[in-house]
C-alpha cells in the first residue's frame, strides 16, 4: 500500500503555492529589464494581453488536467489519452515535462546561489570580514559550488516535508515577506535622487519597439513566468480539493503573478537609475541599459554601498526577496522529478527527494563547470524551446485528445454556474484552437 496522496489544506495554500511557483526570478530581475530594454511601458502592455489570452488560458489546461488526474504529469497525461499513439504522445510530453523541469532547475539553484552568496555578503561585511567578502562576490567555482548546494539543499528539505507541510507551509509563510520586503524596497528607492528618471523609462511606452521580436520575448517571459509546460502547475492542480473553483484560482495566480513582476519595475528600474545618480555605470559599451548578472551583482550592489549603513540593510532585504522568490520556484520545479519517482517507481518521498535532488545538483556542477559553454545553452534549450513546445502539447492533451465531457465535468467542480460565464464560453475552444496556433506561432517565427 503506498502512502497517501498530499493534498492543499485550503485554497489559500494552493493559491500561495502556486503564485510562489509563478513570482520568481522571472518576474524580478527578468521583467523589468526586459520591460527596459523593448520599449518601456510598450512592453508592459504587450506582456499583461499575452499573459491574460495565452499564458492564462495554457495554465488552465494544466491545472485542469492535473486536478481531474490527480497524478504526475506522465500518468495524468496517459490517463487522459485514448489510444495507442496518443499514450505514445503522452510518454513524450510526461517525460519531456521532468526533463525540462530538471534542467530549469539545474541553472536555476546556481544563479539562486549567487543570491544566498550576496545575502551573506553583507553580514560579512559588517564584521569587517573582508576576506570572506571577496569570496562571497568573487566568482569562483568554488563559491558557486558551495552557494548552489546550500540552495538545493534547502530546496531539498521542503520538498522531503511535502505538500502540505513542506511546499505549502513554506509558500505560505515566504509569499506575504516577499510581497512586504518588495514594497519597502521600492518605498525607499523612490525616495532617492535619480528615480523618477527611472520610472520614466519603465512607465512611457515607445510604441517603435512594436515588432515581432517583442512578442516573442514577451511570449517566452509569459510562459517562464507563470511555470508552464513542464508539469508544476499540473502537479500543483493535482493537489487541489475539488470544492475550488479553477477558473479562479487559476486568474488569481496570474494576477499575483502579473502585478508582481509590474511591481518589481517600480523597483529595479528606478534603483538603477539612483546608481546612475551615485555615479555608476549603467549602460554597456554599446549603450544599452545593463540587464544580466552585472545588473543583479554589480550595479546594485554598487549602489547600495553607497547608501552607508543603510545600505547594509537595503542589501539584505533585496537579496533576501530574491532567495525568497528563488525558492517557492525552486520547489515547484523539485517537486516534478519528485512526484514522478513517488508515483511511478514507488520510492518514498524521504529518500526521492535527496536522490533525484543529488542528480539535478550534478547537472548544475557540469554546468558549474562549463559556464561558458553549457549556461546559456540549457536556458535556451529548456525556456525557448521545451517550455513553448510541451506549452503546445498540454493545450492539444486538454483541447483534442482528452474527452469533452470529462474535461467540461472537471471544470464545473466547485464553480456553481460556470454554464454562464464567459469563460465557459470561450476557453474549451479557444484551447483547442487558438493557444495551440498562437504558441506555435510565435514559436516558428522565433526560429526563423
Ligand atoms: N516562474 C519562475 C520565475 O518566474 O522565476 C520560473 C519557473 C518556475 C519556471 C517553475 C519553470 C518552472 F517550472
Not at 11 to 25: C, D, E, K, P, R
Request: charged share 10%; proline share 4%; aromatic share 12%.
Amino acid at each position: 500500500m503506498s502512502a497517501p496522496r498530499g493534498q492543499f489544506s485550503s485554497n489559500i495554500g494552493f493559491l500561495m503555492a502556486a503564485a510562489g511557483s509563478a513570482v520568481g526570478l522571472g518576474n524580478i530581475w527578468g521583467f523589468p529589464t526586459k520591460a527596459a530594454g523593448n520599449g518601456g511601458a510598450a512592453f508592459v502592455i504587450v506582456y499583461l494581453l499575452l499573459a491574460f489570452i495565452l499564458a492564462y488560458p495554457a495554465l488552465m489546461a494544466e491545472l485542469t488536467i492535473g486536478r481531474h488526474a490527480r497524478r504526475n504529469m506522465v500518468q495524468a497525461l496517459r490517463g487522459i489519452s485514448t489510444g495507442p499513439i496518443s499514450r505514445i504522445f503522452a510518454n513524450l510530453a510526461g517525460f519531456g515535462g521532468i526533463v525540462v523541469a530538471s534542467l530549469i532547475l539545474s541553472f536555476y539553484a546556481i544563479v539562486a546561489g549567487w543570491m544566498v552568496a550576496y545575502l551573506a555578503d553583507p553580514f560579512a561585511n559588517f564584521f569587517g570580514m573582508s576576506g570572506a567578502t571577496d569570496w562571497l562576490t568573487g566568482n569562483s567555482t568554488g563559491r558557486n559550488l558551495t552557494f548552489t548546494a546550500i540552495f538545493s539543499g534547502m530546496t531539498m528539505l521542503i520538498i522531503a516535508a511535502g505538500v502540505e507541510k513542506g511546499i505549502e507551509r513554506w509558500s505560505t509563510l515566504l509569499m506575504p515577506s516577499l510581497i512586504i520586503l518588495l514594497l519597502l524596497l521600492i518605498i525607499y528607492v523612490l525616495t532617492q535622487p535619480g528615480a523618477m528618471t527611472g520610472l520614466e523609462v519603465y512607465l512611457m511606452p515607445d510604441f517603435s519597439h512594436l515588432s515581432p521580436k517583442l512578442l516573442i520575448a514577451a511570449m517566452g517571459q509569459a510562459f517562464f513566468s507563470l511555470s508552464l509546460g513542464v508539469g508544476t502547475m499540473l502537479i500543483y492542480g493535482s493537489y487541489l480539493s475539488q470544492q475550488e473553483s479553477l477558473p479562479r484560482l487559476g486568474a488569481l495566480v496570474t494576477l499575483i503573478d502579473v502585478g508582481i513582476a509590474f511591481t518589481a519595475g517600480l523597483l529595479i528600474l528606478p534603483a538603477m537609475y539612483v546608481a546612475q545618480e551615485a555615479g555608476t555605470q549603467i549602460f554597456s559599451a554599446s549603450g544599452e541599459l545593463i540587464a544580466g548578472p552585472d545588473l543583479i551583482l554589480q550595479v546594485l550592489p554598487a549602489l547600495f554601498e553607497t547608501m552607508g549603513t543603510a545600505g547594509l540593510f537595503v542589501a539584505i532585504a533585496f537579496f533576501a526577496l530574491m532567495v525568497i522568490a528563488s525558492l517557492t520556484s525552486s520547489i515547484s520545479m523539485l517537486e516534478v522529478p519528485v512526484s514522478f519517482s513517488i508515483e511511478n517507481l514507488g520510492v518514498r518521498r524521504e529518500l526521492a527527494t535527496p536522490l533525484v535532488g543529488l542528480v539535478i545538483f550534478t547537472l548544475s556542477s557540469l554546468i558549474i563547470f562549463n559556464f561558458d559553454s553549457l549556461f546559456g545553452l540549457i536556458v535556451s534549450i529548456s525556456t525557448e524551446y521545451g517550455q513553448p513546445l510541451l506549452g503546445v502539447a498540454l493545450c492539444v492533451f486538454a483541447g483534442w485528445i482528452w474527452h469533452r465531457d470529462q474535461l467540461l465535468a472537471e471544470l464545473k467542480k466547485g464553480h456553481e454556474n460556470i454554464e454562464h460565464t464567459l469563460f465557459w464560453k470561450i476557453w474549451p475552444w479557444y484551447v483547442r484552437i487558438v493557444c495551440p496556433l498562437l504558441i506555435l506561432a510565435a514559436f516558428v517565427q522565433s526560429l526563423s
